[in-house]
């Protein structure tokens, strides 16, 4: 038997495709949009209260990287990425021989048809907001697990990928 030695690692991350009513101008638009003003968010998995002001910047630093997407593609291999939090999807046992391991090509092929149709349905559902892609993981120091891991998308339209 092998053992590892060394370090293990058992951090997360997770990609949240956003929509918002309006284009953010500043840190304060994004702690309304995101925290409805609230000064403190919870983190269930530290039970930690983090200052929205920094979380705030964080994702307005992030958002002011890039412009609203109505990207199928874009969209789509996001979700690819990883999994749809609380949705289904294809599930390998339905594609791949377990004992040949066949088939994974078409696993594949129906998970990238899977991501456009949700992609397709989250843009459509959508039409009068704007859509972002953000990404967090607690590999990133504690602040970034609790933009991961937090109450950060709860006001928000959103769908979490979890990329772990």
Not at 30 to 41: E, H, R, T, V
Not at 68 to 75: E, Q
Request: net charge neutral; aromatic share 10%; charged share 30%.
């Amino acid at each position: 038997m092998k053992t590892r030695q060394g370090f293990v690692s058992n951090s997360s991350s997770s990609s949240f495709i956003v929509a918002l009513d309006k284009i953010p101008k500043n840190k304060d638009d994004i702690k309304q949009m995101f925290y409805k003003g609230f000064d403190k968010s919870m983190c269930d998995c530290t039970e930690k209260l983090v200052e929205t002001d920094k979380l705030s910047e964080i994702i307005w630093n992030d958002l002011k990287k890039q412009k609203p997407t109505r990207s199928v593609k874009k969209l789509a291999e996001t979700i690819s990425s990883g999994s749809i939090i609380d949705c289904l999807e294809p599930d390998s046992d339905d594609y791949v021989d377990s004992k040949t391991l066949k088939g994974w090509d078409k696993y594949q092929k129906a998970r990238d048809r899977y991501a456009e149709l949700m992609a397709e349905m989250f843009i459509n559902a959508n039409k009068k907001r704007h859509i972002y892609i953000l990404s967090y993981g607690d590999q990133d120091g504690s602040i970034f697990g609790h933009l991961e891991h937090g109450d950060t998308f709860e006001f928000v339209r959103h769908l979490t990928i979890c990329c772990h």
